[in-house]
């Protein structure tokens, strides 16, 4: 059964600052992986979605790798703003084509 | 392009009663998902439409929830009799194809007393 976690639970950082949230997942036999953002009483939005042959993927100040050998993404925000403050979540597509989820990691940006 | 619809935003029933929700997708999006999210939780999917057949429900408690997606366009979600574990955030999302983008409702949000 696919498990994916994300480390740390929750982040605090002034403005400015580069960034980087992890998210881990145990089966390696997956389609694709997602980053979504979900804001407080809000659905998720999709920001970057990496095919399992792709090793990375960049949305504006936004980076995404993937190395699905050892099991790990990282999502890099650069030059962080009060905006970016949200929940991040990770999310791995497996052979069931099903998305499993991690926790998230709460992200707050300090002006 | 118009979002995810979903109803009502919010909703407080006491155990044992029941509850329904519903989700309009993004028009021409083939394939809808119901996820309940659990606070402090990922979502975790319930089930799986495409168009208007079921592709996954294996996770769905199917001796308190159901659901259907007539027509192959909106969807309904109910619960009966509701346990106090069923509060929870309850969102739909909807994509294209099966390997597109999810495009996620702002969910309903259920509290049972």
Redesign the interface.
């Known amino acids: 059964k696919q498990e994916?976690t994300q480390i740390p639970a929750a982040l605090s950082v002034p403005e400015g600052e580069n960034l980087v949230l992890n998210c881990s997942f145990t089966d390696s036999a997956i389609?694709?992986l997602?980053w979504f953002r979900q804001d407080p009483?809000?659905?998720?939005?999709?920001l970057l979605?990496i095919q399992s042959s792709q090793r990375e993927q960049t949305s504006g100040r936004l980076n995404a790798s993937l190395d699905k050998s050892s099991g790990r993404s990282t999502l890099y925000i650069a030059a962080s703003q009060p905006g970016d403050s949200a929940t991040y979540?990770c999310?791995v597509?497996g052979s069931?084509?099903?998305?499993?989820?991690?926790?998230?990691t709460q992200l707050t940006v300090l002006p | 392009e118009a979002g995810?619809a979903q109803s009502p935003r919010y909703k407080i029933i006491e155990k044992r009663q029941s509850v329904a929700f519903w989700c309009n997708p993004i028009s021409g999006h083939a394939t809808l998902y119901w996820y309940q999210q659990i606070l402090?939780?990922?979502?975790?999917?319930l089930i799986?439409f495409q168009n208007n057949g079921v592709?996954?429900d294996s996770q769905l408690p199917k001796d308190r929830f159901s659901a259907e997606r007539l027509k192959g366009v909106d969807s309904t979600l109910k619960i009966q009799p509701a346990k106090l574990e069923d509060s929870a955030v309850y969102?739909c999302?909807s994509s294209l194809e099966?390997?597109s983008?999810?495009?996620?409702?702002?969910?309903t949000?259920l509290t049972v007393t």
């Open positions: 994916v389609y694709n997602q009483g809000k659905g998720l939005t999709s979605l979540l999310a597509e069931a084509r099903q998305l499993t989820f991690g926790s998230g | 995810v402090g939780q990922g979502p975790k999917l799986q592709v996954d969102l999302a099966v390997n983008p999810l495009h996620f409702g702002n969910g949000r």
